[in-house]
């Protein structure tokens, strides 16, 4: 099991960037992989970036070259930069973290973060 805290959240004008953090309460390299997912309201939580246990990452297609997932062992923190924003961009970003138990892959959420792009 792990318990993830995501920060970073808040308004930003179009053009601009925020950062967002996932904290997990367990080594991230012990875990498969970790996401970043968005979801706008009346829509489906959609996949934005991954990151795992290598450090190979993915993007969607409609935030590569905007957005980098990274992340920092020692504080066992993974993050999401997000620069050029666009209002389309605006929902509530969960952390997710896949945990491998035999055969079994288990989901673990954050709590989410709302990032609103307006002027």
């Known amino acids: 099991q792990v318990e993830l805290v995501e920060s970073g959240g808040g308004l930003v004008q179009p053009g601009g960037s925020l950062r967002l953090s996932c904290v997990a309460s367990?080594?991230?390299?012990?875990?498969?992989?970790m996401d970043w997912y968005r979801q706008a309201p009346g829509t489906e939580r959609d996949l934005v970036a991954t990151?795992?246990?290598?450090?190979?990452?993915n993007y969607a297609d409609r935030v590569k070259g905007r957005f980098t997932i990274s992340r920092d062992g020692a504080k066992n923190t993974v993050y999401l930069q997000m620069n050029s924003l666009k209002p389309e961009d605006t929902a509530v970003y969960y952390c997710?973290?896949?945990?491998?138990?035999?055969?079994?892959?288990?989901?673990?959420w954050g709590q989410g973060t709302q990032v609103t792009v307006s002027s």
């Open positions: 997710n973290a896949r945990i491998r138990t035999g055969l079994t892959l288990n989901n673990y």
């Open positions: 367990r080594s991230i390299f012990s875990i498969s992989a």
């Open positions: 990151i795992d246990s290598g450090g190979v990452t």
